[in-house]
C-alpha cells in the first residue's frame, strides 16, 4: 500500500506526536520553580523540532527508498558508524515501547484515586503483554484502524490547547511582565552560567519530544510516488503538528499555572481546568486524556514494527541474523517480537515504571543516531562539493543540527549518567559488541563455503555435456538452492555420491528472495530475478557438464519458506517421482549461538514439505569454522 501524505503523517506520525505527552511535562518538572524559563523552552523546542525535521527532508532527498538512521550512518561515514546507529535505534525502540505505556498508564491513571495507583505497574505490564500477544497473532499497522484514533488525539488537543490559549489572551502581557521580572530576579541571583544549566537542563529532559521524527525517512518505502515528494510534505505536516502541540502545551502550563499534583499528569490537570466549566466538561477532557492512551498504545506498537525494519537493514549486512532481513507480513519472526517485549518489561521493572526514569534513557539513543545523521550529512556534502553547487548553502541546517543534537546528548549524559542514563550506554553497548561477534562469524563461513566452491568447481567434467531435455518420468532430485555456491554444488555431489544410479534429473529451485535490501522498486525487483536466474543457469550448466539432465523453476516471494513450498508442490507435481534435498551447515564442535545464526530455514522448509506428503531431506555440509 503506498499513502499520500495526509494518510502518511496519520501512519507515522503517531510515535512523534504522542511524544508531546510526556516530553514537554517532564520539561515543565525538571524547571522547578523556575517556570517561567518555560516559555523559552517553547521556544526552543519548535525551533529544535523545525531544524531536525528539516535536515531529514534532506536525508530523505538523498535516501528516497528508506532506511533511516543506520543506512545514512552506514553509507556517509562508515559501516562501524552504521552498526552503532542501528544498535542505538533498536535500544530506542525497545524504550519506545516502555515509555509509551508507562505514560499510557500515567495518563489513564490521573482519572483515579490514588489508591487505585499501586495497581499502575501491573496495569502496565499487562498492556506490554497484550501487545507481545497481538503481534504473535500477526496484528500489523494499519491506517484505516489508526485514522479514528490520531485524528481524536488532533482535534482534542488542538481544542484544547486553542481554547485555553484564546481564553486567557488577556493575560499574556502581565505574564510577559513576570516572566521579565523573575527572568532578571533568576540572572541577579543564580547568574547567567547557572541559568543557562537550568535552561539546558530541562531542554535535554524534553528531548523525548523529538523521538518519532525518523519515522517519516524510515518508512519511505509505504510512500506514493513522487516519492521524495511525498515523503517531504508528510515531514512538514509532522513538524508543524509536533512544534504547535509541544509548544502549546508548555505555553498552557505557563498561562494557566498549571502545577504538578501527585498521580496526575500536567496535561490531566490542564483538561480539567480547561473545560471545567463546559456542559459535560469532565466527560470532554476524559476524551482529550483518552485520545492520549490510545495514541500512545499505537506509540508502542511502533516499537514490534520498526524495530525488525532496523533489524532487516542490520541483516542484509550480516551484523544481525540473516532470518531478519525477511520481509514477511510480521516483518520480524516470533523470537523478535518476544525479544523486544521482554525488553520492555525489563525496563519496566527497572525503572518502577518511572516515566522519569525511561525518558532519560530513551532521549539518549535518539540524539545518538540524530547526531550520527546530521555529521555522515555533513561529512556527504563535503566530500561531494565538486558535484553540487549548493553544498554550502545545504550543509548548514546539517552542521546546525549536529550542533543542536550533540548538545542536547551531552547535557542529557552528563546530568543523568549515574541516574539511569549509563544503562542505556552499556546496554548499546553490548548490542554493538554482539553484532561484531555476529559478522565475524558470518565471514569466516563466508570464507569457508567459499573455498568449498573453489575446490568443487575444480572437478574434471564427464566426456560428454549431456543436453537431453528432463524427462518427468525418472527419478528426479529437486535442489533447493540460493545463489550459487559452494553450498549447492556440496548438495550436488553429495546427491550423486550418496545415492550413485538412482536420480536421472536434477531440478534446481530458488526463490528470488524480496527482503529490505530489495525492496525499493521495478529496476530492483528486475535486478533481483536476472541475478537469481544467472545463478541457477550456472547450477544447469555444471549438472549437464557431469553428464545428467538438469533444469531450473524459480519465484519472487517476501517469505522464502511459503514460497519454496508453493513452488516445491507443482514441480513435485511436474515431477512425481521426486525427493527434494537441501543443505545445512554442520559444525565440529555445534554451539547455542551457530544454532541461532543458522539453518532456521532448512529445518522449516522440511517439516513444511513433510506435512504436505513430499519426502525432504537435508544433507550436512561441513564448515571448519
Known amino acids: 500500500m503506498s499513502l499520500i501524505p495526509i494518510l502518511a503523517w496519520i501512519g507515522l506520525g503517531g510515535d512523534g506526536l504522542s511524544s508531546s505527552s510526556y516530553g514537554p511535562e517532564e520539561a515543565f518538572r525538571t524547571l522547578g520553580p523556575h517556570t517561567y524559563l518555560a516559555v523559552f523552552i517553547a521556544l526552543a523546542s519548535a525551533i529544535t523540532v523545525i531544524i531536525i525535521s528539516y535536515s531529514y527532508t534532506r536525508i530523505i532527498e538523498h535516501f528516497p ?31 519506545t515501547i516502555t515509555v509509551s505505556v508507562v505514560s499510557c498508564g500515567d495518563a489513564m491513571f490521573s482519572f483515579l484515586p490514588l489508591p487505585f495507583h499501586k495497581y499502575k505497574l501491573i496495569f502496565v505490564g499487562f498492556l506490554i503483554v497484550l501487545l507481545v500477544i497481538l503481534n504473535l497473532r500477526g496484528v500489523k499497522e494499519s491506517v484505516t484502524i489508526l485514522a479514528p484514533i490520531f485524528m481524536l488525539f488532533v482535534v482534542t488537543h488542538a481544542l484544547l490547547i486553542g481554547y485555553g490559549f484564546t481564553t486567557h489572551i488577556s493575560q499574556v502581557k502581565p505574564l510577559a511582565g513576570e516572566i521579565k521580572n523573575n527572568f532578571q530576579a533568576g540572572l541577579s541571583s543564580l547568574g547567567g552560567i547557572g541559568l543557562l544549566a537550568i535552561f539546558l537542563r530541562a531542554f535535554s529532559m524534553g528531548a523525548g519530544t523529538y523521538t518519532g521524527i525518523e519515522a517519516v525517512s524510515n518508512g519511505m518505502q509505504i510512500m506514493r510516488e513522487p516519492r521524495v515528494h511525498t515523503g517531504k510534505r508528510t515531514m512538514v505536516y509532522l513538524a508543524t503538528s509536533l512544534s504547535i502541540t509541544a509548544g502549546g502545551l508548555l ?17 490531566a490537570i490542564l483538561s480539567a481546568e480547561i473545560f471545567r466549566n463546559w456542559p459535560f466538561g469532565h466527560w470532554i477532557a476524559l476524551i482529550t486524556i483518552l485520545s492520549e492512551g490510545a495514541l500512545l498504545i499505537v506509540a508502542a506498537q511502533t516499537g514490534f514494527i520498526d524495530g525488525p525494519r532496523v533489524m532487516s537493514n542490520m541483516a542484509i549486512d550480516s551484523w544481525l541474523p540473516r532470518r531478519f532481513a525477511s520481509l514477511s507480513e510480521r516483518l520480524t519472526m516470533q523470537d523478535g517480537v518476544i525479544l523486544m517485549g521482554i525488553a520492555a518489561l525489563v525496563l519496566l521493572f527497572y525503572t518502577h515504571g518511572s516515566i522519569t526514569a525511561l525518558v532519560i534513557m530513551y532521549s539518549i539513543n535518539v540524539f545518538i543516531t540524530f547526531s550520527l545523521s546530521q555529521f555522515g550529512m555533513s561529512r556527504f556534502f563535503v566530500k561531494n562539493r565538486n558535484r553540487d553547487k549548493k553544498w554550502k548553502q545545504h550543509i548548514v541546517i546539517h552542521i546546525i543540527g549536529l550542533i543542536l543534537c550533540l548538545t542536547i546528548l551531552s547535557v542529557t549524559i552528563y546530568e543523568k549518567f549515574e541516574e539511569g542514563g549509563w544503562v542505556t550506554l552499556v546496554l548499546t553497548s553490548v548490542f554493538i559488541g554482539l553484532c561484531y561477534l555476529i559478522k565475524r562469524h558470518y565471514a569466516k563461513v563466508r570464507q569457508s563455503i567459499r573455498h568449498l566452491e573453489e575446490t568443487l568447481s575444480n572437478i574434471p567434467p564427464s566426456d560428454t555435456y549431456n543436453d537431453n531435455p528432463v524427462n518427468p518420468k525418472d527419478m528426479t532430485a529437486i535442489l533447493l538452492v540460493g545463489g550459487f555456491s559452494g553450498f549447492g554444488l556440496h548438495t550436488l555431489l553429495s546427491i550423486v555420491k550418496n545415492f550413485p544410479n538412482i536420480y536421472k534429473n536434477y531440478i534446481y529451485i530458488s526463490v528470488a528472495e524480496v527482503d529490505s535490501g530489495s525492496f525499493k522498486g521495478i529496476a530492483e525487483m528486475e535486478a533481483l530475478k536476472e541475478s537469481v536466474k544467472k545463478g541457477l543457469e550456472k547450477y544447469v550448466k555444471i549438472t549437464r557438464v557431469h553428464g545428467f539432465p538438469a533444469d531450473y523453476r524459480f519465484d519472487v516471494g517476501t517469505d522464502v519458506v511459503d514460497t519454496v513450498t508453493e513452488l516445491v508442490g507443482k514441480t513435485v507435481k511436474e515431477f512425481p517421482h521426486s525427493t527434494v534435498f537441501t543443505g545445512k551447515l554442520v559444525f565440529r564442535h555445534e554451539n547455542p549461538f551457530q544454532k541461532i545464526l543458522h539453518n532456521e530455514t ?18 550436512p555440509i561441513r564448515v571448519d569454522v
Open 602 to 619: 532448512a529445518f522449516a522448509i522440511q517439516r513444511r514439505l513433510q506435512w504436505d506428503g513430499i519426502a525432504a531431506m537435508i544433507l
Open 65 to 95: 527508498h528508506g532506511g533511516g538512521g543506520y543506512i545514512v550512518a552506514t553509507h556517509t561515514i562508515s559501516k562501524n558508524a552504521g552498526v552503532v546507529s542501528g544498535c542505538a535505534l533498536l535500544v530506542d525502540y525497545m524504550l
Open 251 to 267: 505555553v498552557c502550563y505557563l498561562l494557566l499555572r498549571i502545577r504538578p499534583e501527585e498521580g496526575r499528569t500536567l496535561n
